[in-house]
């Protein structure tokens, strides 16, 4: 099982590609769905790696992938300029979650 990244800059593409991962980088909605559907017509990439921009700016590409099908997993990664979440948005996951501060 391969894993495959799209990007939206070459600086994580090239630090995948030096790890051994193959992948693209698209800037557009219509670039994204075109490497979606040539990634997952490719039955031995088990894992799709997207930079999290993709996920706030096209949630309806990435949600309809993560809720339809079973594979490929897609996990979100933060690019070279960090995540755009909070320090502690783990901590503020688990209390909403559960509805215990810690």
Do not use: Q
């Given at each position: ?18 790890a051994?991962?193959e ?8 670039e ?9 017509a ?11 921009k ?49």
């Open positions: 099982m391969k894993m495959y990244l799209i990007s939206d800059n070459v600086d994580t593409w090239t630090g995948m590609r030096l051994g991962v992948g693209a980088v698209v800037h557009e909605k219509a994204l769905k075109r490497e979606l559907d040539k990634v997952l490719d039955k031995e990439i088990g894992i799709i790696l997207l930079t999290e993709f996920g706030k700016e096209f949630p309806d590409i990435i949600n309809d992938v993560k809720l339809n099908r079973k594979l490929p997993l897609i996990v979100e990664i933060p690019d070279r300029h960090g995540t755009g979440r909070k320090p502690n948005f783990i901590t503020d996951y688990v209390n909403e979650a559960i509805g215990l501060k810690l």
